[in-house]
C-alpha cells in the first residue's frame, strides 16, 4: 500500500523535497486541457466548412465534451483516491494523446462528436487527479495557495496560449492540426510525471461503487441534455422525459451516498457554507461567461475578419488579467477577506458583460481588449480563491472527491452556459431576414453563412452577410446581458455565502484527521 505522504504528526514531510518540481507536471496536465477546450472554438469555422455539421451538431460538437466530463469527474476523482492518483493522471494523460489523433482525423460531424466525448471521458481523469496531489504536497496553507494559484493562473495561460498556438497552426495546416498539439505536451507529462509525482491515495477507501458511478453520469448527461434541447427547441415530450430520468438519477446518486459506508462523494461536505459556497460561485461564473467565449472567436473572425492568430491575440488581455491575479490571490483574501475577493471580483466580471451589450459589428479594439481584460482579472481571483476554499475545507484523503466536485461546477456551468446563452445566439440568428433566395443552410450558421455567400452573386452575397452578421452580433450583445444577470447574481450569493470564510494560515496541516 502507499503512504499518503504525511504519517500522522511528521512535522518534517510538511516541505517535501522536490514539491515544486511536481508541480510543473501537475500544470502541463491543466494546460493541456485548456487549451483543448480553448483551440475548438478557434477551428469551429474550419470544422464547420469542412464537416457541414447542422446547427444543432455543431453545439453537440462544442458541448459533448462537457457533458461526459461532467458526468464523470465524481466517478474519476474518486476511483483516483482509491486506486491512487498518480496512476491515474498518467493513464488519463496516455488517453487523451491518443483520442486527440481521433478528433484531429474526424471525417463526419457523428464521429467527430464520439471523438469529442471520449476525449470527455480522458479529460474527467486529469483535473480532479492535479487538484488533489497538490493537496498532497503542499501541508503548508500559503504554500498551497501559491500552488493552487499556479494552478489556476496555468488554466488561464492555456487558455491564451490555445487560441495563439491554434491559430497560428490553423493559418499554416489543417483543422485537425490544432488537436495534435496535445501529443508533445501529453508525452512529457507522461515521462517526466513517472520519474517527478509522489502516489497519493486514500488508505481507508472502501469499494468503488458502480451502481454510483452509473447514476452519477446518467444523470448528469440526461439533465444537461434536457436544458440543452428546451433551450434550442423548446419542450418536447422526448426533452422532459430526460430531463426528468436525469433528475431521478441524481436524487438516486445522492440517496446512494447517504447510505454507502464508503460514498463515491461524501454529501456531508456540502454542509460546509464556506465549501457550498465556493462550488456555486465556480457554476454561475462558468455558466455566465461561457456563451461568450464559445461566441468570441466566431465574432472575431467571422464578424470582424480577422486572422486565426489575430484573433487568438485579441482574446490574450483575459489570460493576462486571469493569470496576475491568479498568483496575487491567497495573499489578497488574506488581506481582506474571501469574500471581497470573490464577490468583488464576479462583480467585475459581470460589469465587463454588461460594457459587452453595446458590442456592434464594427466595435473597435480599446473597448473589447479592456472588457476582457477585466473579465480575466475578476474571474482569476474568484476562481482561484474558491478552489483553495474547497481543498482546505475536507481532509485530505477526499481531495479528489472535493476537487471533482469543483470541476463538475466547472464543467456543468460551461455546459449550461453553452446551452443556454449559445442558444440565446442561435436563436436570435436563425431569424435574420436575407434578401430573397437565401439558403436554408446560412441560417444555420454564421459559418454556414459564409460558406453559402461563396456561391452567390456578390450583391446578393453582400446583403445576406450583412443581415447574418448583425443577427449574430445582436444575439451575442443578449447573451452578454444574460451573462452579466448571472455574475452580478453569483456575486451577491457569494457575498452572503462566505461570510465568515478564511484561509487557513500558518505553518500546520489544518486537517491532519483522516
Not at 166 to 171: A, K, T, V, Y
Not at 480 to 493: C, K, N, T, W
Amino acid at each position: 500500500m502507499t503512504s499518503t505522504l504525511q504519517p500522522a504528526g511528521a512535522t518534517g514531510a510538511v516541505k517535501r523535497p522536490g514539491r515544486w518540481l511536481a508541480l510543473s507536471v501537475l500544470v502541463l496536465a491543466v494546460l493541456l486541457v485548456a487549451v483543448d477546450a480553448t483551440v475548438l472554438g478557434l477551428a469551429t469555422p474550419y470544422i464547420s466548412e469542412d464537416l457541414r455539421p447542422s446547427g444543432t451538431q455543431l453545439l453537440w460538437i462544442g458541448d459533448v465534451y462537457s457533458f461526459v466530463i461532467a458526468g464523470l469527474l465524481v466517478s474519476m476523482g474518486s476511483l483516483g483516491d482509491r486506486i491512487g492518483r498518480k496512476r491515474i493522471l498518467l493513464v488519463g494523460a496516455t488517453a487523451f494523446g491518443a483520442v486527440s489523433v481521433l478528433n484531429a482525423y474526424a471525417t463526419t460531424p457523428e464521429l467527430m462528436i464520439v471523438a469529442r466525448a471520449l476525449l470527455g471521458v480522458a479529460g474527467a481523469t486529469l483535473m480532479p487527479a492535479t487538484l488533489a496531489l497538490i493537496r498532497n504536497l503542499f501541508h503548508d496553507p500559503r504554500e498551497r495557495s501559491l500552488a493552487v494559484g499556479i494552478w489556476g493562473a496555468t488554466a488561464s495561460a492555456g487558455t491564451a496560449v490555445g487560441p495563439i498556438a491554434g491559430g497560428f497552426l490553423l493559418e499554416h495546416f489543417w483543422w485537425g492540426s490544432v488537436f495534435l498539439i496535445n501529443l508533445p505536451v501529453m508525452a512529457v507529462l507522461v515521462l517526466v510525471g513517472i520519474k517527478l509525482l509522489p502516489e497519493s491515495r486514500n488508505p481507508d477507501p472502501g469499494p468503488w461503487d458502480l451502481l454510483s458511478v452509473v447514476l452519477s453520469l446518467a444523470g448528469m448527461v440526461g439533465v444537461v441534455y434536457a436544458v440543452k434541447e428546451a433551450a434550442a427547441h423548446g419542450f418536447a415530450w422526448g426533452t422532459l422525459a430526460a430531463g426528468l430520468l436525469g433528475t431521478a438519477a441524481l436524487v438516486g446518486f445522492v440517496r446512494r451516498q447517504l447510505t454507502l459506508p464508503a460514498p463515491l462523494l461524501d454529501m456531508r461536505l456540502f454542509r460546509n457554507r464556506g465549501f457550498s459556497g465556493a462550488v456555486l460561485a465556480d457554476l454561475l461564473t462558468i455558466l455566465g461567461l461561457s456563451g461568450l467565449v464559445f461566441f468570441l472567436s466566431q465574432y472575431l473572425q467571422l464578424v470582424q475578419g480577422r486572422r486565426p492568430f489575430e484573433a487568438g491575440l485579441a482574446e490574450l488581455p483575459a489570460a493576462v488579467g486571469a493569470v496576475v491575479a491568479g498568483l496575487i490571490a491567497g495573499r489578497a483574501a488574506r488581506r481582506f477577506s474571501v469574500r471581497a475577493v470573490v464577490s468583488g471580483g464576479l462583480a467585475a466580471v459581470g460589469a465587463a458583460l454588461a460594457v459587452l451589450t453595446v458590442i456592434g459589428q464594427s466595435t473597435g479594439y480599446p473597448l473589447l481588449g479592456a472588457a476582457l481584460l477585466v473579465v480575466g482579472v475578476g474571474a482569476g481571483f474568484s476562481f482561484t480563491v474558491t478552489a483553495d476554499v474547497i481543498l482546505s475545507s475536507v481532509p485530505k484523503e477526499q481531495a479528489g472527491a472535493a476537487s471533482a466536485v469543483s470541476e463538475t461546477a466547472y464543467e456543468l456551468g460551461a455546459a449550461l452556459g453553452i446551452a443556454l446563452l449559445g442558444s440565446i445566439v442561435t436563436g436570435v440568428y436563425r431569424d435574420f431576414t436575407g434578401p430573397a433566395g437565401t439558403p436554408d443552410a446560412a441560417h444555420e450558421s454564421l459559418g454556414g453563412a459564409v460558406e453559402v455567400a461563396a456561391h452567390l452573386p456578390a450583391p446578393t452575397a453582400s446583403a445576406m452577410l450583412d443581415a447574418a452578421r448583425q443577427a449574430f452580433v445582436d444575439g451575442l450583445a443578449l447573451a452578454a446581458g444574460a451573462g452579466a444577470v448571472v455574475l452580478l447574481a453569483a456575486s451577491v450569493a457569494a457575498w452572503f455565502l462566505l461570510r465568515g470564510q478564511k484561509l487557513e494560515d500558518g505553518h500546520a496541516e489544518g486537517h491532519g484527521h483522516g
